[in-house]
T-cell receptor
Framework: EADIYQTPRYLVIGTGKKITLECSQT?????MYWYQQDPGMELHLIHY???????EKGDLSSESTVSRIRTEHFPLTLESARPSHTSQYLC?????????????FGDGTRLSIL | KNQVEQSPQSLIILEGKNCTLQ??????????LRWYKQDTGRGPVSLTI?????NTKSNGRYTATLDADTKQSSLHITASQLSDSASYIC?????????????FGRGTQLTVWP
């Protein structure tokens, strides 16, 4: 069983709303990531963090922001949701110090913006 | 351009049969290659990780091979079960940054019929 949790699992919300997707892990991992995944497409990295107070933008341009105030918590926020934000968002974590550590994924939040 | 290509895009097999999924990559410099299994509605789960010096690795009925010279990998599934129905994602990591950037394939959608 994965020790990384995402809430909510599903969210349908109107345009212009502020949204926060929650991600928590209990493994004490330093590295955390947010990915966006559309059906049949590859995962795209939108944000990552090496540790507390460290956040960086990923490869895919995103209007979202993240914060890392605690090791275990890595929330993603959309200030004003738009239909183009409709997608699945996956959070992941991994141990620091080596390239060869697997990423542990949450089960995702499926977001639909009306 | 660093890329990961998987084939076939989808595959249907009968329960109990074997199958092989392919992954070709152009990522350089190479650090490791990972295979993940993603069940519908769930996050990816790591099956194997192989570094440059490893050419085969098994995880139960899953056996991954790596040819770093030709930049090809395969995932062989033996005696398939209904629970093997999922998307199988090939991921290649480079050594070009502290993060060890990951390049994701689009996955092979495997369906196992009874």
């Amino acid at each position: 069983e994965a020790d990384i949790y995402q809430t909510p699992r599903y969210l349908v919300i109107g345009t212009g709303k502020k949204i926060t997707l929650e991600c928590s892990q209990t493994m004490g991992h330093d590295k955390m990531y947010w990915y966006q995944q559309d059906p049949g497409m590859e995962l795209h990295l939108i944000h990552y963090s090496y540790g507390v107070n460290s956040t960086e933008k990923g490869d895919l341009s995103s209007e979202s922001t993240v914060s890392r105030i605690r090791t275990e918590h890595f929330p993603l926020t959309l200030e004003s949701a738009r239909p183009s934000h409709t997608s699945q968002y996956l959070c992941a974590s991994s141990e620091g110090g080596s390239y060869n550590q697997p990423q542990h994924f949450g089960d995702g939040t499926r977001l639909s913006i009306l | 351009k660093n890329q990961v290509e998987q084939s076939p895009q989808s595959l249907i097999i009968l329960e109990g049969k074997n199958c092989t999924l392919q992954c070709n990559y152009t990522v350089s410099p190479f650090s490791n290659l990972r295979w993940y299994k993603q069940d519908t509605g769930r996050g990816p789960v790591s099956l194997t990780i192989m570094t440059f010096s490893e050419n085969t690795k098994s995880n139960g009925r899953y056996t991954a091979t790596l040819d770093a010279d030709t930049k090809q990998s395969s995932l062989h599934i033996t005696a398939s079960q209904l629970s093997d129905s999922a998307s199988y994602i090939c991921v290649v990591s480079d050594r070009g940054s502290t993060l060890g950037r990951l390049y994701f394939g689009r996955g092979t959608q495997l369906t196992v019929w009874p």
